[in-house]
């Protein structure tokens, strides 16, 4: 919960990059989120089938493990299509159709104001 009382919407935020995870988390809680980390696919997957109250994830593209962001927010798609995606990445060069309907690719580096306002405006918060 906020100062004020209102309850956050949770981001679920999935990079391998201890750092860049770190400040990520970091701008999204100062825009008034709250935050669960996970450092690949198959631990974000873990928790969102644990939790029913996330709204949002954040996810690297470019990630070791069974699957990598694409993959990730295709299959979160497929089986949470509530949960808003945001894919991000400073190497991959994302189209349209390489995500599913609905989600934004944000590049690297992200700036706080994009962070808030692209998360405000998928989650209906401003």
Not at 15 to 23: K, Y
Request: no cysteine; aromatic share 8%; proline share 5%.
């Amino acid at each position: 919960m906020s100062s004020d009382g209102v309850t956050r919407p949770i981001v679920l935020v999935v990079d391998d990059d201890a750092l860049i995870r770190m400040n990520a988390v970091g701008m999204i809680e100062d825009a008034d989120f709250a935050v669960i980390e996970a450092t690949n696919a198959d631990e974000a997957i873990v928790i969102l089938e644990g939790r029913f109250d996330i709204r949002l994830v954040f996810t690297d593209i470019q990630m070791p493990g069974s699957m990598d962001g694409l993959k990730l927010a295709a299959a979160i798609r497929g089986r949470w299509p509530q949960i808003k995606i945001v894919a991000t990445s400073g190497f991959v060069d994302v189209r349209a159709d390489d995500l599913p309907d609905g989600s934004v690719f944000l590049p690297k580096p992200y700036t706080f104001d994009i962070i808030r306002n692209t998360f405000r405006e998928l989650t209906g918060g401003g």
